[in-house]
């Protein structure tokens, strides 16, 4: 694959990704705004809680949380900072894709990431935690496939503080390491050692493992 098809990947399918975004960008849901509120408090200082001085976990996906309150430190204005950062995921997560298919199924690695990219469910969703889901997804699956083991281990264990389902993503790579004759010690490391430190944070600050999702629905009728 020459730099130029790479270069040419990336420059459609970042056009297509911002503007279908961008069209979009008034249709953010009101779980994406739960997001944003969480993001732009740990962005002030002000901790991670939805209204100043709650000690309820807010976000039911803390990767997506703190990738967005990084963007928000940059100064972007809030909304503005949503509806980009789902853009640059949903491009995160392509680009790889395309190139991990390219030398085996060349029609299927032009193919495959529009599909995703035109997919209504994921153009319904923009500021959630999507398009997070689908970039780490992708680059756990490209490092494992490059046997950088113990960096699948840790995204695999983002992935599981992305969204619930991807919890199951670690014992996955276990068992095809297994299959395939692959150290599965590093990935056991890494996939537990980040669930482990989050739990160990959410416990401490918090006092509990879990988000307070009905709590955090009830008090977002507050939110000036």
Known sequence: MTLYTKSAAFIVYSAIVLTIVYLNRNA???????????AQNIAEGSGWSFNSGDIFNAATSPIHAIFLASLLTVGLPPVDALWLFYAAALIAGS????????????????????????WPIVQNAIGLETATMLALLTFTSLA????????????????????????????????AAILFRKNWAPLLLGWTGVIAAWFAFSWYQFGSLFPHTATIKSLQSEVP
């Open 95 to 118: 680009i790889p894709l395309h190139i991990g298919l390219h030398k085996s199924h060349p029609i299927a690695s032009f193919a495959a990431p529009l599909l995703i990219i035109l």
């Open 144 to 175: 494992f496939r490059n046997e950088w083991l113990l960096g699948a281990g840790l995204l695999a264990g983002m992935v599981a503080l992305t969204r619930p389902e991807g919890i199951l993503m670690g014992p996955i790579l276990i068992f």
């Open 28 to 38: 953010i849901p009101d779980d994406a705004m739960i997001y944003l509120r969480v």
